[in-house]
C-alpha cells in the first residue's frame, strides 16, 4: 500500500506535537500527529495537570485546618486518598479528551501507534492493525521525555514510585523518602507531607530548588522545615535495601553513609529523552545524553526534520514546547519567526508555598558580567497577602544598574506562578526600571508586591 502524504508529520502528541500540529493545519499544511499512547502526552495526562488538582486537594486540606484563623469552625477534617485521585485523574482525562476535540476540529490527521523514521520524509508506524507508512516533507520530533532512573534506584510501583506510581499510589506513605528537589520531587513531597506523611527530601547539590536563586531556595527551604519536613542536602542515596513493607536507604552525607528506614521512595532524580527506536542514528541525528541536538530553529541538522521540547533538551516545561511547536510550524509555513529564548521562559514550582522565577538569577546576572540593583518585598508588608492569610513570602527583582533592563525576577510564596507572567511580559516588551516604576498597579492586590520590589532595587519602596 503506496504511504499517505502529508506536508507535515508530527511524532508525538504532547504540549509540543499536538500544538504545532493544530498550528500547522491553520496555516493550510496538510497535517498528521503520531501518537503511541495518550494525547495529550506526559504533561495532560501524567505530569502538569494531574499533579496540580492533587495539589489543589491538598491546599485546600491545609487551608481547612486553619478555619480557626478565618473565624470558620471546620471539625473532623479528613481526606479521602481515593478520592483525590479520582478526582486528578478525571481532570486529565477531561483534558486529553479536548485535545482529541481540538485536533479534529482543526481536520488534523491523528495515526495512534509506535512511529519510526523509516528515511528521510518517511515514517512508519507500528499500530494495532498492523504498519502504516506515512511521508511528508517536513518532520518534527516530539516524542518527550520519561523519568531518569538510577542504578540501584529502579522503580518498583510497590515500594519505589516514579512521579507515575505517585499519581495513582497504592497507598498513602506514612514515612516517605524523596530523591531529588527539582519540581517534581519538591510538588509530590509538598502533597503527601500536607496530607501526613513524615517526609525527607535528599538533595545532591548544596541547595533544594537549585536552579532557582539561591535566596528564594533558602526561603523555601525554611518553609518546608516549618512544615516538618526534613530537608538534606549534599546528600546522595547510595543504595536502596528492599523489604516487605519498607525501604532502607543508605545516605551518605559529609562523607558518612547513615541507614534511614522509610515505607515509600519516590525517585524524581531527572528526566531522559525519548529517543530510542525512532531510527535516528540511521538518518544520521546527534543525540547528546539522550536529547535530539538542534539549533536556535529547532533544526536537527537533516533537511525537513525538527525536535521540539523535552526530546531538544532544557528547559523541560511544557510552555517552552509549545511555543517551540508553534514557531517551528510558523517557519514551515513560511512566517517569520524569533528563535524562543530559554532565559524568558519561567519556571513554576506548585508546592507550598509556590515558587516562580524568569531570567537570570542574582549570581549569574554577576557572573555573566552585569553590575546588578537587586530588589526585595516581603509578603508581610502587602495588605492583600495578610487579608489571604498569606504573609509568607518575597519577591526578588534583578536588573542591570547601567541599562535597567530587567534581568530576572525570583518569587516565592501564595500565586506567585500567576503573577510571575507580569515579569515575564515586561521582559518580552524589553521593559526598564522606569516603565515599571510608572505602571499603575491595583491595590489590594499581591502584585503591588511586584511594584515594591523594583521600588526596592533603586532605593524608593514606599511600604517597607
Known sequence: MAAREFDLIVIGAGPGGYVAAIRAAQLGLKTCVVEREHLGGICLNWGCIPTKALLRSSEVFHLMHRAKEFGLKA???????????????????????GVGHLLKKNKVTVVMGAATLAGKGKVGVKTDKGREDLSAK???????????????????????????????????????????????GIEFASFYNTLGAQTTVVEVMD???????????????KAFEKQKMTIMEKAMVKKLDR??????????????????????????????????????????????????????????????????????????????????????????AGRDVHPVKPDSIAGCTYCQPQVAS???????????????????????GNGKAIALGEAEGMIKTVFDAKTGELLGAHMVGAEVTELIQGYIVGRQLETTEEDLMHTVFPHPTLSEMMHESVLDAYGRAIHF
Open 358 to 380: 524568569v531570567g537570570l538569577t542574582e549570581a549569574q546576572a554577576k557572573e555573566a558580567g552585569h553590575k546588578v540593583k537587586v530588589g526585595r518585598f516581603p509578603f508581610i
Open 75 to 97: 471539625t473532623g477534617v479528613d481526606y479521602d486518598l481515593d478520592a483525590v485521585v479520582d478526582r486528578s485523574r478525571g481532570v486529565a482525562k477531561q483534558l486529553a479528551g
Open 243 to 332: 523489604a516487605k513493607g519498607k525501604v532502607t536507604a543508605h545516605i551518605e552525607t559529609g562523607g558518612k553513609v547513615e541507614k534511614h528506614e522509610f515505607d515509600t521512595v519516590i525517585s524524581a532524580v531527572g528526566i531522559v529523552g525519548n529517543t530510542e527506536g525512532l531510527g535516528l542514528d540511521d538518518l544520521g541525528v546527534k543525540v547528546d545524553r539522550s536529547h535530539v541536538v538542534t539549533d536556535a530553529y529547532c533544526r536537527t541538522g537533516v533537511e525537513g526534520l525538527y525536535a521540539i521540547g523535552d526530546v531538544a533538551g532544557a528547559p523541560w516545561l511544557a510552555h517552552k514546547a509549545s511555543h517551540e511547536g508553534v514557531m517551528v510550524a510558523e517557519m514551515i
Open 207 to 221: 541547595r533544594i530548588l537549585p536552579v532557582e536563586d539561591a535566596e528564594i531556595s533558602a526561603f523555601a527551604k
Open 138 to 184: 517536513h518532520i518534527i520530533l516530539a516524542t518527550g521525555a520519561r523519568a531518569r532512573e538510577l542504578p540501584g534506584l529502579e522503580a518498583d510501583g510497590e515500594r519505589v514510585w516514579t512521579y507515575k506510581h505517585a499519581l495513582k499510589p497504592p497507598h498513602m506513605p506514612k514515612k516517605l523518602l524523596v530523591i531529588g528537589s527539582g519540581a517534581i
